[in-house]
């Protein structure tokens, strides 16, 4: 079966969810999903999945929402600056830095619901966001001058070939903001810049709320 197009996974996401502002950044609004679970059956019968991915796209992330707790408290570490955000699901944290006055903003992600969750997104928080479908920690860094990326350290594989590939990012120049309530795989040693209370939801954590560190690889851009 070919994959549905953009427009039909828009049109997908425009009926299984809402557009909802974001716990503590009230400017900023997502389609937002209320139950996990019902949205990734729907999500499998869209795709003639019998096990469909998680709908990461459908709901901003604890550590996505520290990173851009942090952005929007220090517009200074993206204003006017290339942005990528890495792993961006919903596209919380691209959205987020284009609001702070980044010069550019692209957002990565290999999930198809993501880009159209991003355009959609993107849309309905009046900014532009390039999007990048697929997998850039198969090639190197690009030359973004800041990266972000919010939890991207719950599984083994994954933190294995993003973490080292933002190490990499930081050692030919980005700055790299990467948010995190201490999953599993989040490396140990990283500088902590910032440490944020976020609101999240029992459909995907044990609480409802997490404390999330933002942790900062490579040097700080200079003003
Ligand atoms: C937990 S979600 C975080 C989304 C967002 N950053 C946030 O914090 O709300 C993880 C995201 O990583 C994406 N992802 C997984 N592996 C990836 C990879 N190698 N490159 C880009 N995105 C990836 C998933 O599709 C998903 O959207």
């Not at 557009?19 to 679970?37: C, F, K, N, Q, W």
């Amino acid at each position: 079966m070919s994959a549905p197009s953009q427009a039909r996974l828009r049109g997908f996401i425009t009926r299984t969810t809402d557009l909802r502002p974001v716990a503590d950044l009230p400017d900023i609004r997502l389609h937002t999903a209320s139950d996990v679970m019902a949205l990734m059956a729907l999500t499998g019968r869209e795709l003639g999945l019998a096990d469909p991915p998680l709908p990461f796209w459908a709901f901003p992330w604890a550590g996505g929402l520290g990173v851009a707790r942090y952005v929007a408290a220090h517009p200074e570490t993206v204003a006017g600056r290339s942005v990528l955000d890495l792993a961006t699901g919903s596209g919380l944290c691209a959205i987020v830095a284009a609001r702070a006055g980044a010069a550019h903003v692209a957002a990565a992600d290999i999930d198809p619901f993501a880009e159209a969750a991003v355009t959609l997104n993107a849309r309905a928080n009046e900014v532009e966001i390039a999007f990048m479908r697929g997998d850039l920690t198969q090639g190197s860094p690009p030359d973004a001058e800041v990266i972000l990326a919010g939890d991207v350290c719950y599984e083994s594989a994954m933190a294995a070939a993003i973490v080292p590939w933002l190490e990499r990012a930081a050692g030919s120049g980005s700055t790299v903001y990467l948010g995190d309530p201490g999953r599993t795989y989040l490396p140990q040693g990283l500088t902590e810049v910032g440490r944020y209370r976020v609101r999240t939801t029992r459909e995907l954590e044990p609480t409802t709320e997490r404390d999330v560190g933002v942790y900062r690889m490579g040097a700080a851009l200079p003003l």
